[in-house]
């Protein structure tokens, strides 16, 4: 039976009309004097902290803590700004599936898995308020790595109840294959959602345990069985 379950953010639960992207944009602007710093980068499924250092290199700027934090200061202040500027919602079928996985027997705690860093990912799921659905999780800034944030989650949710959770009670819900890889990294289940940046074809092809074009069609006890 599935005990937790793990949502990514971006392309998942929410779609924030790009405000994490300009929020990246504005920040290397304003701060390092750098336009278009994020011209060329895939965002998807990396953790924020990756990110930047990757620009970092890119751009000849020295990856030392003062930088990152400077950095991350003002990006939050940015992304507060964009996401109430630019068209955001919810992806669908996330409410309901969040109200039926609440009201199930033994209903599993729900958790976060992102690559955002955590006050990041507060600030996203408060604009659209779902952030106080959430009781654990891992985020970006807890490691660079997202195969590690799994373990962590693991680790977090497995102390918050009380149990050693093993993989095989713990059920994660993304949008592209890194999400799949690094589920697969603890022996987690997977559900793959098609409102993302990749197609059902493209994600198919990583063999999810579940495959929805978006969460409308999932039902909440098939998956927590």
């Known amino acids: 039976m599935i005990r937790l379950i793990l949502f990514d953010i971006d392309g998942t639960l929410i779609r924030t009309g790009g405000a994490g992207v300009k929020a990246f944009e504005r920040t290397f602007a304003t701060e390092f004097k750098i336009p278009h710093a994020t011209q060329g980068l895939n965002f998807s499924g990396r953790t924020d902290t990756a990110l930047v250092r990757l620009c970092f290199q890119n751009h000849g700027i020295d ?120 589920a697969r990294g603890i022996g987690a289940g997977v559900l793959a959602v098609g409102t993302g940046g990749f197609t059902c074809n493209e994600l198919c092809e990583h063999k999810p345990n579940w495959l929805f074009e978006t969460l409308e069609s999932v039902n909440a006890v098939e998956i927590c069985r």
């Open 63 to 182: 990856a030392v803590p003062e930088n990152f934090q400077r950095f991350f200061d003002a990006y939050v202040f940015w992304l507060h700004y964009l996401l109430h500027q630019l068209n955001g919602a919810t992806c669908p079928g996330v409410l309901e599936l969040i109200s039926e996985l609440q009201t199930i027997p033994d209903s599993p705690v729900l958790g976060l898995l992102t690559g955002n860093i955590r006050l990041g990912a507060e600030l996203k799921l408060r604009r659209f308020g779902i952030w106080n659905f959430f009781r654990s999780g891992a985020f970006g800034d807890d490691h660079e790595d997202r195969n590690e944030l799994a373990r962590i989650a693991q680790q977090r949710a497995s102390r918050l109840m009380g149990t050693q959770l093993t993989g095989e009670e713990i059920l994660v819900i993304g949008d592209t294959p890194r999400d799949i890889e690094c």
